[in-house]
T-cell receptor, first 112, second 115 residues
Framework: DAGVIQSPRHEVTEMGQEVTLRCKPI?????LFWYRQTMMRGLELLIY????????DSGMPEDRFSAKMPNASFSTLKIQPSEPRDSAVYFC??????????FGQGTRLTVV | AQSVTQLDSHVSVSEGTPVLLRCNYS??????LFWYVQHPNKGLQLLLK??????LVKGINGFEAEFKKSETSFHLTKPSAHMSDAAEYFC?????????????FGAGTQVVVTP
């Protein structure tokens, strides 16, 4: 298995633009998580899905953030409009029913 | 409630000397505990995990950690540091049940290895 695949690896965008981050989880994993990593706040859970259904989105910082999982093999995290303070590394992780998370390599987002 | 505290934000060791990364947790339930490593410009990689089996857990790259319930600790050790061990290390706690998805990450410990 190729592991959790995130795209793009790096994204630079201008303030106000829409940004879409993509994630392909490991096949067969029932859980999918989106995390954000910043110097100030460390790693934060933004949202997670179970069987494609959002279970807890309490970590999503604002309404500008939205996440979808249209099927078991794909998820997106969208920021619209983006702001410089959204600059961070965004990680996607997936997990089977056993408590263990497999992380993607992350998307480094820079909003200028 | 749960929390995880990594006691050192930075650790500097000489190559070939032991590494100790300290982690304490607080949890009302039996937690699962993990150590993840993040190398520069790379994603998070699982080093090892504790899930109520043996209290001494061996991981990849020569790392191991010991779960001590009486001390609520899960310190990570390696007998001899290698230059490639320079990275950031995260101690992580997970609870069973509905809160499973809410992995609680420590603030991280940056490890520097000097020749």
């Amino acid at each position: 298995d190729a592991g959790v695949i995130q795209s793009p690896r790096h994204e630079v965008t201008e303030m106000g633009q829409e940004v879409t981050l993509r994630c392909k989880p490991i096949s067969g994993h029932d859980y999918l998580f989106w995390y954000r990593q910043t110097m100030m706040r460390g790693l934060e859970l933004l949202i997670y899905f179970n069987n494609n259904v959002p279970i807890d989105d309490s970590g999503m910082p604002e309404d500008r953030f939205s996440a979808k999982m249209p099927n078991a093999s794909f998820s997106t995290l969208k920021i619209q409009p983006s702001e410089p303070r959204d600059s961070a590394v965004y990680f996607c992780a997936s997990s089977p029913t056993v408590r263990r998370a497999f992380f993607g390599q992350g998307t480094r987002l820079t909003v200028v | 409630a749960q929390s995880v505290t990594q006691l050192d934000s930075h650790v500097s060791v000489s190559e070939g000397t032991p590494v100790l990364l300290r982690c304490n947790y607080s949890s009302s339930y039996s937690p699962s505990l993990f150590w993840y490593v993040q190398h520069p410009n790379k994603g998070l990689q699982l080093l090892l995990k504790y899930t109520s089996a043996a209290t001494l857990v061996k991981g990849i790259n020569g790392f191991e950690a010991e779960f001590k319930k009486s001390e609520t600790s899960f310190h990570l050790t390696k007998p001899s540091a290698h230059m490639s061990d320079a990275a950031e290390y995260f101690c992580v706690v997970s609870l069973p049940g509905d809160s499973w998805g809410k992995l609680q990450f420590g603030a991280g410990t940056q490890v520097v290895v000097t020749p």
